[in-house]
């Protein structure tokens, strides 16, 4: 039926009389959410292409150099919601210097004309300056959700500007940037008669917010369901913000540790009781044992606890877990170290994500998570599929065993902090540590590697890991031949990130077909030298241009030598 | 750069010069201090990490026995997000820096002053501070006789109510049991060393 109609349809929107199967065409695809089905329904046909042209409403750019913003607003004319990810993700790390770009100003004058609708921005690893911001609020009227995470450029006097002149404004959420703390007067910034704020989330910053304007804001946006504050709001000032706002989901408490009276306990018990939405809390700074207790009612319903910058010992971690059967993600700190653990693997039993934090981040440090708390995790939780995992020791054993217990990982992460160190009871290196990990989870997409590895552990990444999307590697391998198996072995390959590994030029070109399907190569302290670079940037004159193509991505490759980048 | 150790062929050796302690002894593999070793004979470690390890490994070839683990600064390692490492640090400086005020008396003078026993990092410090505030001298410390030299001698209330001698103890023993100073003047201060 639709072959016939779809010949006339190739002549485009121009038509008045659009044909029937455009808009119907374009209403079925506005069901195809992800933003890699999106690309690949482009893909089918040139009415595909159009269709999916037209309707889509929300772009998703994983390597803002990848494109233009001209080329983007081009393509797309009807973007409501843009993500653009920039720098790499060895930024967080200090690895990438100041001023290396990723600069959202361009992007924001071209969207200024092209997209005046524009509702939504969610950046990471971007720069954002406060003119930005500024130039941002006043732009695009109908503006309605910023999200920032790990961002760097701006400060507090951006997000009021932001504050002051969105009025549509739903959601502001500022995560881990570098921003400039100026002081907490932006929060106070938001119109009285402003009440639209649904997600509200600052808790990264530091400097006190005026409660006042805090609580009035709260309690004049009827739908706000998100509320992460900072340290600076105090457990009595959280159990009145509790009271006003019962309807969250999420929140993020402030600090946790104030001497509070026998009345104010129960005031706060009380307000937490009548939070039974909740299902994601974080937050607890200096989380007092005490008070912890006022928290078991409100995490009944609870899915994701998020306790990275609570230092909980083991055993009032312990107390706390039993009271959230329906736990899927929890974030902790390795204060709880492994009898922590150990109680987390039999209180949560519905387990899906796991990442333990360091408390203490350093090298050659002490006390934390062993190998003996990973594997309890394992016992009780078998349906981890995704870990973070901070220690200082681990071995081949106790690693093949919690694979086996939990076959089903998608993502597995584990970091010895002291790089180079074997197994900790054999001395042996940990190629079979993560060879048992390839081997046994094939849906595996990311892997992070660490402790004494040699050339064998890539051989087994090459053999094994077919669905593997993302790999971290550092102070690894023995030679070339490592970098080699990962990218013969690994077709799915998207992003590899290397440091301090004795890969060449060798291991560098060899990967020259692979990096067509790739979005981004990281290199740095490896063995690479300027003449590699030269010759690779030769090989891959789309790499180096930058020219975006229907079929591929153009890879960015960075690469660091003696503390130099060559994007 | 040829520095690429191949791991498989000497990996037992290699494993025995990691280890601290005595040539020849078969246990103790998992002594941490192996780290920084291991770090040093990497194959390319930033210039950063080869200064702070060779510093290290020449400490821990002075005291082979005792060393305890030492810290090393690595760029970027762990990779931890630099916000996730600033508020813990400044967390610990916050819990560090928190002071402890201790009231200090002289005899004799007309009024008490307070110090932070946080700012000195040891006994000549603090008794040099001291000095300097109440305008006298403090004798030399002897374990044997206290001070001599001097009639005045650095007092303090600990934990249990108890007046001790300062200097007797560990620093930091001496930092988290003390409540209150006293310069003891004459023949009262006598009177503690012979006690």
């Known amino acids: 039926m639709a072959s016939k109609k779809k010949r006339n349809s190739t002549e485009g929107k121009e038509n008045l009389v659009s044909p029937f199967p455009d808009e119907v065409l374009e209403c079925v695809l506005g069901f195809v959410m992800s933003h890699r089905d999106r690309s690949s329904v482009s893909l089918v046909c040139k009415d595909w292409y159009s269709a999916d042209r037209w309707s889509r409403t929300h772009v998703f750019i994983g390597n803002c150099y990848s494109v233009s913003p001209e080329i983007l607003v081009r393509r797309f004319p009807n973007i409501r919601s843009v993500t653009l990810k920039g720098k790499p993700r060895f930024s967080d790390f200090n690895l990438v210097p100041a001023n290396w770009g990723a600069d959202i100003q361009s992007w924001l004058e071209v969207f200024a004309s092209a997209y005046p609708h524009l509702e939504e921005l969610r950046l990471k690893r971007m720069t954002v300056t406060d003119e930005s911001l500024e130039f941002l609020a006043h732009s695009f009227p109908n503006f309605k959700a910023l999200a920032l995470v790990s961002c760097d450029g701006f400060s507090t006097d951006g997000l009021a500007t932001i504050a002051t002149y969105c009025k549509n404004l739903t959601e502001l959420d500022i995560l881990e940037n570098g921003i400039e703390d100026l002081g907490g007067g932006w929060l106070s910034c938001f119109p009285e008669n402003f009440s639209s704020l649904e997600i509200l989330n600052f808790a990264n910053l530091n400097s006190e917010v005026s409660f006042d304007a805090l609580e009035r804001l709260v309690t004049r946006c009827r739908s706000l369901k998100v509320l992460k504050a900072n340290k600076s709001v105090t457990l009595e000032q959280l159990q009145r913000l509790l009271s006003r706002a019962p309807q969250l989901v999420e929140l993020g408490s402030g600090s946790f540790s104030q001497d509070l009276t026998f009345q104010q306990y129960a005031e706060l018990k009380n307000a937490f009781n009548n939070c039974r939405n909740l299902h994601t809390l974080s937050g607890l700074w200096e989380a007092s044992s005490l008070y912890l207790p006022a928290l078991y009612p409100a995490c009944v319903n609870l899915t994701f606890l998020n306790l990275s910058y609570a230092s909980l010992q083991s055993a009032e971690f312990a107390k706390l877990l039993p009271n959230c059967p329906l736990l899927r993600r929890l974030w902790v700190l390795d204060t709880v170290e492994d009898k922590g653990l150990e109680a987390v693997g039999s209180s949560c039993p519905l387990l899906e994500e796991l990442r333990v934090f360091p408390a203490e981040p350093v090298v050659g440090g002490g006390g934390g998570v062993t190998e003996s708390g990973f594997v309890a995790v394992s016992r009780g939780c078998r349906k981890l599929h995704y870990t973070l995992y901070f220690c200082r020791q681990m071995t081949n054993a106790a690693v093949a065993t919690v694979v086996q217990n939990c076959p089903d990982f998608t993502h597995f992460r584990v970091c010895i902090m002291n790089p180079c160190q074997p197994d900790h009871l054999t001395n042996e290196p940990m190629d079979e540590a993560f060879g048992s990990v390839v081997k046994t989870c094939t849906k595996l997409r990311r892997l992070a590697v660490s402790g004494l590895l040699t050339d064998l552990s890539f051989e087994y990444i090459g053999r094994y890991a077919k669905n593997l999307e993302t790999l971290s590697v550092a102070f690894a391998g023995s030679s070339d031949r490592g970098m080699q198996c990962v990218l013969e072995g690994c077709p799915k390959l998207r992003k590899l990130e290397i440091r301090d590994c004795p890969f060449g030029n060798v291991a560098l070109l060899s990967g020259l077909e692979r990096y067509e399907s790739m979005r981004s190569l990281w290199m740095s302290a490896c063995t690479v030298t300027m003449n590699g670079c030269r010759l690779l940037a030769r090989e891959m004159p789309r790499a180096k241009k930058g020219c975006p193509s229907l079929r591929s991505h153009p890879l960015r490759i960075i690469i660091s030598m003696h503390g130099r980048l060559s994007r | ?195």
């Open chain 2, 1 to 195: 750069m040829e520095s690429t150790v191949t791991y498989k062929s000497d990996l037992n050796l290699k494993a025995t010069e990691l280890r601290l302690g005595l040539p020849g002894a078969d246990d103790s593999d998992n002594e941490k201090p192996t780290t920084p070793v291991a770090v040093r004979n990497n194959k390319r470690p930033f210039s950063e990490l080869s200064d702070e390890s060779k510093s290290v490994s020449d400490a821990k070839d002075g005291d082979r026995e005792t060393a305890p683990v030492a810290k090393v600064q690595v760029v970027g390692w762990p990779p931890i997000r630099s916000y996730r490492k600033n508020s813990f640090q400044s967390k610990k400086i916050e819990t560090e820096g928190a002071g402890i005020y201790v009231k200090v008396s002289m005899d004799g003078a007309p009024y008490l002053r307070k110090i932070d026993l946080k700012l000195y990092k040891g006994y000549p410090e603090l008794l040099k501070a001291l000095e300097e505030m109440f305008k006298f001298t403090i004798g030399e410390y002897s374990e044997r006789e206290g001070y001599n030299g001097s009639e005045y001698e650095p007092t303090y209330e600990d934990k249990d109510g108890d007046w001790m001698l300062v200097g007797d103890v560990p620093w930091d023993m001496f930092i988290s049991s003390c409540k209150r100073l006293r310069i003891m003047k004459g023949s009262e201060a006598r009177g503690l060393d012979c006690a």
